[in-house]
């Protein structure tokens, strides 16, 4: 466990500088296909503002997008004494804790590092959850604050998205025929144009397949960890087969912070091939996993 959170500080210094080389090359290319150094610029500039506030508000924005609020000391005593006995066992700061007012059962942990941290559970999970279930799932998401796997997350989101908004700017002005150079009006540099191009296109994509690869991994690590901590693993695998068969669907699902819950919030399922560009790895796997650590 230790190791894997001095790899998870590696991955996010490194994620970091390939953020800031991928954005900066793609600006570079798009500066040399239009023959206009300013592109360049607004690249870097767009990569290092969006970092920022990725990096200082991210926690504030999903828990704003998720509809969470404070939990109240009093009428949420029994989640603030669960989730303080297990910091305790891990020796981690006590998260700010935030309700969500759904019946669907979810949970999700932000925040930059530890003592930035906070856990959002809704009140499906605290009402349907007999204790060791809720247990196994407040230990899955300080999993993902102790292994520091959050800013990994938050790194790699804010990588797809500048690609996104890089790309979509770009590929726009392209179709429009802005910034055009006479070399690239002649033919000269039609081959560079191409290149730029499919450069746009396949950027966010790569760079979405890495996020959606990136997150499954992180979720099995969590389950481990998270067993881990309350040494049963039976506990969280119940409460995945709970959320399995939950028919109710978290009303403040957001496609931008649906890889950061317990589980996909979004219950349609899709085609065989939509397995591929899930957040989640299969519960069925999940739930396999933590049997087999059981015995």
Not at 171 to 187: A, C, P, T, V, Y
Not at 277 to 282: E, G, R, S, V, Y
């Amino acid at each position: 466990m230790y190791n894997q959170i001095t790899s998870n500080k590696e991955k996010t210094i490194l994620l970091f500088v390939v953020a800031f080389a991928v954005v900066a090359g793609l600006g570079y290319l798009l500066s040399q296909v239009y023959d206009n150094p300013g592109i360049f610029v607004i690249a870097l500039v767009i990569a290092i503002v969006q970092a920022w506030v990725s990096y200082f508000y991210s926690d504030k924005v999903a828990l704003s997008l998720s509809g969470a609020r404070p939990a109240d000391h009093n009428s949420d005593r029994d989640l603030y004494h669960m989730v303080e006995n297990l910091t305790m066992s891990v020796g981690l700061p006590m998260p700010k804790l935030y309700v969500i007012d759904d019946p669907a059962i979810n949970a999700f942990a932000t925040g930059r590092d530890p003592k930035h941290a906070a856990v959002a559970v809704t009140r499906g999970a605290m009402e349907k959850l007999d204790k060791s279930e809720l247990e196994g799932v407040l230990a899955h998401e300080l999993s993902h604050v102790q292994n520091r796997d959050i800013l990994v997350m938050t790194v790699v989101v804010t990588l797809v998205g500048v690609l996104s908004i890089v790309s979509n700017i770009f590929l726009r002005w392209s179709f429009w025929g802005g910034g055009r150079s006479r070399d690239n009006e002649n033919g000269g540099n039609a081959i560079m144009a191409i290149f730029g191009i499919i450069a746009i296109i396949l950027a966010p994509i790569i760079g979405s397949l890495i996020q959606l690869a990136i997150s499954r991994k992180r979720e099995y690590l969590a389950d481990a960890s998270g067993a881990l901590i309350t040494r049963y693993p039976d506990g969280l695998a119940s409460a995945l087969e709970k959320i399995a068969g939950d028919k109710s669907q978290l009303q403040t699902a957001n496609t931008a912070t649906a890889h950061m819950f317990i589980a996909n919030p979004f219950k349609k399922a899709g085609s065989w091939a939509s397995g591929l560009l899930q957040t989640h790895p299969p519960i069925t796997d999940r739930v396999k996993r933590l049997r087999e650590m059981a015995m």
